[in-house]
C-alpha cells in the first residue's frame, strides 16, 4: 500500500457555510442604513437576540426532534442570573454572563439527565414545568428578582465603557449612538449563533444529533449512545438562550417575568415550526415575521396567543416542513 | 477453532410464546454463515437479542469471548459488531453520504467545543472520513448516488447503502437481516459480490435469508431454524440432504427445485 495515490481533486467536498454567511453578515451590515430611527433599532435588537435563541432552540428541535416547552426559563434564567450576580456580587457583566450560562448549562442538565434516555415526548413535559417553575419563582421571589414588579439590571461594560442606549460614543472618530452600539453587539450575537451552529450540524457530533432524529436505531446500532447526545444538544440550546437572556437585560436595563412566561416559550416554538425546522436561516426569517407581525396589529395584544396557535396550525397543516425549506424544495424542483 | 460469535442456550419468550428456544452455535471467523428458516421461525428475533434491541430471557451471547449481557444497542459497534435491517433504517433526513459518514461514528471525534469551533483537526478528520464513505459506496455498489439525499434514493440502492453504513464501523462482524428481500435476481447477484468481498476482507458474515439460491451459493455454514429451534447446522451440501431440513422447510418441490439449481 506504498504506492503514491495521484492527488486528484475530491469528488466529496463538504457544503460550503460561507455563501450564506455572507449574505447573513451583508445584511447584518445593511439593516443600520435602513433603520430611520432608535425604534427601528429597538426592533432589529430584539429580533437578533430572539433569533439567537431561536437557531440554538432549533438545534434541540429541528435537528435533534426534541421538544422544548420551556426554553423562555433559561433565557430568563440567563437574563435574572446575570443581572443579580452584577447587583448582589458586583461581578462584571461578561463574566456574571458567562457564569449565569454555565449556572443554565447545569440546570439544564440536571432536567434533561434523568429524561432524555427515555423515549416519547417527556422532556416536552419536563420542560413545560420547568417553566412554569421558573416564571412562579421569579414572581414570588420578589425580594431578591423584583417579582410582577420587574427588575433593573445595570448596564452592559466593555473595556471600561459603559454601554447604555441613551450614551453616545466614538468609534474611530465616527460618533454613534448607544443604540447603534447595541445594534452592533446583537447583530454579532447572531451572527455568531449561526456560525456556531452550522459548525456543529457539519461536525459528527451534529450528523449523529440529525441521525438520532431520522432513525434512533440506525444511530445507535452505529454506536451513538442517542440519550447522551440528546441531553448535549439540550444543554448547548439551553446555553444559547441563556446568554441571548444575558443580553436582552443587558441591553433593555430592566426586565419582568414576562420573559419567563409560557407564551414566551411558545413563540420560540412557534418561530422554529414557522420558519423552517432544521433549517437555520429559516429560523432567522420565522423570527422577523413573527416579531414583525404584533407591529402591525397593536391593539390586539391579547390575541397574541391566539395568533401564534393559529400560525402553528397553519404552518403544521399546509408546511409541514416550515417556511423556508418549502419554498426552497419548491425553487428545487422548478429549476429541475 | 477459533468462535467469533457463540451463542449458547439462548431463549427468548413474548409472554408464553418461546420466539427463541434452547439455540446454540458458533460462527467462525471470516466465515460466512448463513441463518435460514421459514417465516416466524424466530431469526429476525435471533438477530435482535445479538445485538442488544431484547434482552434474552436465557442463555448468552459471547463476542470474541466476550458476554454481550445488558449491553446497550449503542454499545456494540465499539465491540466490532454491525448490522443491518430488513426493514431499513435508513435517516432520510441526511444525505446517502452523510448516511454512511454516520456509521463512522465510533471512529470520530465528537468534543462539543472542536464541533462547535470546527477546528482544524476535525475539519481534516471529517474530509477524509468523506472521501472513505463515498469509497464505501463504490464498493458496495451505491457511488452513483453518492450526492444524492437518501430520500431520492430506490429501494435497492438503499439496501446497499445500509451495508456500507455497516462497513463504516470497520466491523469485525457483521449481521445482515434478509439484504436480499425485495431486490431482483440481477440486484441480488450483485449483492452476492458485494457478500463476497466483504468476507473476503475477513470480515465475518451472518447473513439471515430467504434467498436459498444466495444462501446455498454462497454461506461457509449454514444454520436451519424452525419454530424458534435449530433444526440443523452444516454446509450448504449437508443442509440440501438433511431429511428434517426437506422435511420441515424445503418440503416442497418447487423449494428443492431452487434449492438445488
Redesign the interface.
Known amino acids: 500500500m506504498s504506492e503514491a495515490i495521484p492527488q486528484s481533486p475530491?469528488?466529496?467536498?463538504?457544503t460550503a457555510k460561507w455563501p450564506g454567511l455572507t449574505v447573513l453578515a451583508v445584511v447584518l451590515l445593511v439593516l443600520p442604513f435602513l433603520a430611520g430611527n432608535d425604534y427601528h433599532y429597538d426592533l432589529m435588537i430584539k429580533i437578533a437576540l430572539t433569533a439567537g435563541v431561536a437557531v440554538g432552540l432549533n438545534l434541540l428541535v429541528g435537528y435533534a426532534g426534541q421538544i422544548s416547552l420551556g426554553h423562555a426559563a433559561f433565557y430568563a434564567a440567563g437574563a435574572y442570573g446575570s443581572a443579580l450576580l452584577v447587583q448582589q456580587f458586583e461581578l462584571t457583566p461578561v463574566p456574571a454572563m458567562v457564569l449565569a450560562a454555565a449556572g443554565v448549562a447545569v440546570l439544564a442538565w440536571l432536567v434533561g439527565k434523568p429524561i432524555l434516555h427515555l423515549k416519547g415526548h417527556y422532556l416536552s413535559m419536563a420542560t413545560l414545568g420547568l417553566g412554569v417553575i421558573a416564571a412562579i419563582v421569579i414572581n414570588n421571589e420578589d425580594q431578591l428578582t423584583g417579582g410582577p414588579d420587574g427588575l433593573p439590571v445595570a448596564p452592559l461594560s466593555l473595556f471600561g465603557h459603559e454601554l447604555s442606549v441613551f450614551g453616545s460614543y466614538d468609534l474611530f472618530g465616527v460618533a454613534i449612538t448607544g443604540t447603534q452600539v447595541w445594534y452592533g453587539i446583537a447583530a454579532g450575537f447572531l451572527f455568531l449563533s449561526v456560525l456556531?451552529a452550522l459548525?456543529?450540524i457539519?461536525?459528527?457530533?451534529?450528523?449523529?444529533l440529525?441521525?438520532l432524529?431520522?432513525?434512533e436505531?440506525?444511530?445507535?446500532?452505529?454506536?451513538?449512545?442517542?440519550g447522551k447526545f440528546k441531553l448535549?444538544v439540550f444543554v448547548?440550546s439551553a446555553v444559547y438562550a441563556s446568554l441571548a437572556g444575558s443580553l436582552y437585560g443587558y441591553y433593555g436595563g430592566f426586565i419582568t417575568p414576562n420573559i419567563a412566561s409560557f407564551t414566551h416559550s411558545i413563540e420560540l416554538i412557534t418561530i422554529v415550526v414557522l420558519g423552517g425546522m432544521?433549517s437555520t436561516y429559516g429560523v432567522i426569517l420565522g423570527t422577523v415575521i413573527l416579531l414583525l407581525i404584533p407591529q402591525f396589529l397593536t391593539g390586539f395584544q391579547e390575541l397574541e396567543m391566539v395568533l401564534f396557535g393559529a400560525i402553528l396550525m397553519v404552518v403544521m397543516i399546509f408546511m409541514p416542513r416550515g417556511l423556508v425549506p418549502t419554498i426552497a424544495r419548491r425553487f428545487q424542483k422548478e429549476a429541475s | 477453532m477459533t468462535a467469533l460469535l457463540s451463542v449458547d442456550k439462548l431463549g427468548k419468550e413474548f409472554g408464553g410464546v418461546h420466539a427463541v428456544e434452547d439455540l446454540s452455535f458458533q460462527v467462525e471467523k471470516g466465515r460466512i454463515h448463513s441463518i435460514i428458516g421459514p417465516n416466524g421461525a424466530g431469526k429476525t428475533t435471533l438477530f435482535n437479542l445479538i445485538t442488544g434491541l431484547y434482552q434474552p430471557s436465557s442463555g448468552s451471547v459471547h463476542l470474541n469471548g466476550r458476554s454481550l449481557a445488558g449491553h446497550q444497542p449503542h454499545e456494540l459497534a465499539p465491540l466490532g459488531m454491525c448490522r443491518t435491517f430488513q426493514n431499513l433504517q435508513i435517516c432520510m433526513n441526511m444525505t446517502a453520504l452523510e448516511n454512511v459518514m454516520l456509521g463512522r461514528h465510533r471512529h470520530l471525534k465528537q468534543g462539543t467545543f472542536t464541533s462547535l469551533f470546527k477546528l482544524p483537526a476535525l475539519r481534516r478528520a471529517d474530509q477524509q472520513c468523506r472521501e472513505e464513505c463515498a469509497e464505501l459506496m463504490d464498493f458496495v455498489g451505491c457511488g452513483q448516488y453518492i450526492k444524492h439525499h437518501a430520500s431520492a434514493m430506490p429501494y435497492g440502492a438503499l439496501k446497499r447503502l445500509e451495508i456500507a453504513r455497516a462497513l463504516a464501523a470497520s466491523p469485525d462482524i457483521l449481521l445482515l437481516d434478509e439484504p436480499a428481500a425485495g431486490l431482483n435476481r440481477t440486484e441480488t447477484d450483485a449483492l452476492r459480490d458485494v457478500i463476497r468481498r466483504i468476507a473476503d476482507k475477513g470480515i465475518t458474515v451472518v447473513l439471515v435469508e430467504h434467498d436459498m439460491k444466495l444462501v446455498m451459493s454462497i454461506s461457509d455454514q449454514v444454520l436451519v431454524l424452525c419454530y424458534g429451534r435449530k433444526l440443523a447446522e452444516g454446509t450448504p451440501e449437508e443442509i440440501r440432504a438433511n431429511p428434517d431440513v426437506i422435511d420441515a422447510y424445503l418440503g416442497n418441490r418447487h423449494s428443492r427445485e431452487e434449492a438445488t439449481a
Request: glycine share 10%; proline share 3%; hydrophobic share 45%.
Open positions: 475530491s469528488r466529496v467536498r463538504a456556531f459548525n456543529l457539519d461536525s459528527p457530533l451534529g450528523r449523529a440529525r441521525a432524529h431520522g432513525s436505531i440506525a444511530a445507535q446500532v452505529a454506536g451513538v449512545d442517542t448535549r448547548i432544521a
